[in-house]
């Protein structure tokens, strides 16, 4: 315990903080959907400087295997940091956790910034990928512990839209630099993520922590403190405050009396709900999400569109795609995760169809079909696969393995995300228009799964 002139730390010795109740929880959601935030934005970035004749140029017209391993190098770095991340998490907290990915995301943005070779840009991405683990892990997993039962699927998916927006920025900044006529019209964009990072860093610094850890730590004062601030105005004395107390409290000393769980421990106990949370990663990228979001530009010029125009179209749809992750703000509790997703799936089949035979096609109203039908999928993803995949692990999974079980969901996540990353401009390369068809089969797969799932229990 904290020792203030040689007697315990109590709840009086703890500073009353400026916000209180719902303003405090919004803030630190606000703040913590940085976390996103910043994958969004790595995310989008460097799509469009793909196209970017400054960049082809400086790093020697990298090919299409070059370029996939650049990119996807990312979730390599992210992999490894989200498989640490339950000894990281449940060790230093989840204010420090995040402290710790945005200052790695932070040292690889600098490094892509001052990058001279495609390695070196590679490696700078790796260190940010280390960043984005944590960050990406830690975020829903900060949520679903400060937030109340009814409030969980509000404020995860108000996270997924802060995801999106760094996304859309990204998009939109590479836009706007690539009127600049030399080569920091792709290093603003590489330099600003670092910008992002460090206000992250130094966020953490206002934000409360996470009460259960606090519990599970013993720090009882400062854990009552923080329940008091979140759910009864910041009445230590409110029952709301001391119920919520006694409740995790008691959840803390019965998890003690199982004992420390591994992954190997979690996957054997609950092999079903650890399973949910890493089908729902699976699908949310092998449905084909990330073929779109980091090669749009890649996938506009295959259909017709040139040079900034086909940036233009990926920030048009980049714009679509932001405001259609404001559906699930309220249906996901109301219509349900599965409604969501099984209607997500079957829409976002059906359009990576489209995308297929209208690049197929090649009429002179192809470039627009696939506009149009890239962003109908876009948005359907917006409203299900993207928020709920990450809702889902949290909440499935009980408290005492919820570090672990999350992490090896995370991990799951990031491995179909860099065997996406990799193959995808490869794919696009060789069989063209066919990989849409792929993804579309997948998204159907990721559709039935679900229904068969609530035809069973239901």
């Avoid at 315990?8 to 303003?23: C, F, M, Q, S, Y």
């Avoid at 029952?239 to 420390?260: H, N, P």
């Avoid at 995300?417 to 401009?425: K, R, W």
């Amino acid at each position: 315990m904290t020792l203030i002139e040689n007697r315990d730390i109590t709840i009086h010795d703890i500073p009353k903080p400026v916000l209180v109740g719902k303003p405090l929880l919004f803030f630190t959601t606000g703040f913590v959907s940085l976390c996103v935030f910043l994958f969004g934005y790595d995310q989008g970035y460097f799509s469009s400087i793909l196209t970017n004749p400054y960049f082809k140029e400086y790093f020697n017209n990298p090919t299409a295997l070059e370029i996939g391993t650049v990119v996807a190098i990312l979730e390599i770095g992210a992999l490894i940091s989200s498989l640490s991340l339950g000894y990281i998490g449940d060790k230093f907290g989840r204010r420090r956790t995040t402290r710790i990915g945005s200052f790695f995301f932070c040292i690889g943005g600098g490094i892509q910034t001052y990058a001279t070779s495609i390695e070196h840009l590679g490696i700078g991405r790796f260190i940010s990928g280390l960043g984005v683990g944590l960050l990406s892990g830690t975020a829903p997993m900060y949520m679903s512990e400060i937030a109340s039962p009814e409030m969980r699927g509000f404020l995860g998916s108000a996270q997924f839209t802060g995801n999106i927006l760094g996304y859309s920025s990204s998009i939109w900044i590479d836009f706007g630099c690539s009127y600049i006529e030399s080569n920091m019209s792709f290093r603003i964009p590489l330099a600003l993520q670092v910008l992002f990072g460090a206000i992250l860093f130094f966020g953490t610094f206002v934000l409360v922590e996470s009460p259960r850890w606090l519990l599970e730590h013993d720090h009882d004062a400062e854990g009552l403190v923080v329940l008091a601030d979140l759910f009864s105005g910041g009445n230590v004395d409110s029952e709301v405050a001391k119920d919520e107390y006694r409740s995790i409290k008691e959840d803390v000393l019965l998890g003690r009396l199982e004992g420390s769980m591994s992954y190997l421990d979690t996957i054997r106990r609950h092999p079903k709900r650890v399973f949910i949370g890493c089908s729902a990663q699976f699908f949310a990228q092998m449905d084909g999400i990330n073929v779109i979001s980091y090669y749009a530009p890649l996938v506009f010029e295959q259909a017709g569109w040139v040079g900034r125009d086909a940036i233009l179209m990926t920030g048009i749809n980049s714009v679509c795609y932001f405001f259609s992750t404001f559906i699930p703000w309220r249906l996901s509790e109301t219509w349900g995760r599965k409604p969501l997703l099984i209607l997500g799936g079957t829409i976002m089949g059906v359009a990576l169809l489209s995308v297929s035979l209208f690049t197929f096609w090649a009429t002179p109203s192809s470039p627009g079909l696939v506009v149009i039908s890239v962003i109908v999928y876009m948005s359907s993803f917006g409203f299900s696969w993207g928020p709920i995949a990450w809702l889902i692990g949290p909440e499935v999974l009980p408290n005492k393995c919820r570090a672990s079980g999350a992490a090896l969901a995370t991990a799951t996540n990031w491995i179909c995300n860099f065997i996406v990353g990799e193959s995808a401009p490869v794919l696009l390369e060789l069989i063209k228009w066919r990989l849409y068809i792929i993804h579309g089969a997948i998204c159907f797969i990721s559709a039935s799964v679900v229904l068969f799932q609530w035809l069973q229990f239901n």
